[in-house]
């Protein structure tokens, strides 16, 4: 049993019923799940490519959460490449769009990854300044795994 490779195909049964459906969400979680899988197997030229598919089946102020996950999706395939000017565009993008979808615990999972992005460039008083707003938000808003990340980027 190989779970992502389950996961995969699973994703895609979603992609083919939704495109039988005209099912744009649909075809878009699919494509988001694929590039997760890929973007945790290492494989993140493949992980890009799959998160910007999912990027065309979102219209336009519409399901402000789904587009931030596939932003956030592209801002760590970026991040893991090295690539960290996208990867800050990408989570910048995900931050907007998470707080459109009042997502407190996506905004601050972004918030951290927007201070380590500036943690690998050296700029440690800006990253901290990401993990201090990630750290207060998680405790006013009591989500404790989320306050776990931001202490542990603190440290």
Do not use: C, W
Not at 31 to 36: C, D, N, P, V
Not at 41 to 68: C, H, M, V, W
Not at 104 to 129: C, D, F, P, W
């Amino acid at each position: 049993f190989n779970a992502p490779d389950s996961v995969v195909t699973v994703a895609r049964q979603l992609i083919a019923q939704s495109d039988q459906l005209d099912y744009a969400e649909g075809k878009a979680r699919g494509y988001l799940q694929i590039a997760s899988i890929k973007s945790l197997q290492g494989q993140y030229d493949s992980s890009l490519l799959f998160a910007r598919k999912a990027q065309e089946f979102i219209a336009e102020n519409t399901l402000p959460r789904l587009k931030a996950e596939i932003a956030n999706e592209i801002g760590v395939s970026h991040d893991y490449k090295g690539n960290y000017k996208a990867a800050l565009e990408n989570y910048k993008v995900a931050l907007q769009y998470f707080e459109d979808a009042r997502d407190t615990s996506g905004y601050i999972r972004v918030k951290n990854n927007i201070g380590l992005i500036y943690q690998n460039m050296g700029e440690k008083h800006t990253a901290k300044r990401y993990f201090e707003e990630a750290y207060q938000l998680s405790i006013k808003k009591k989500f404790q795994s989320e306050e776990i990340m931001a202490l542990s980027n603190l440290g």
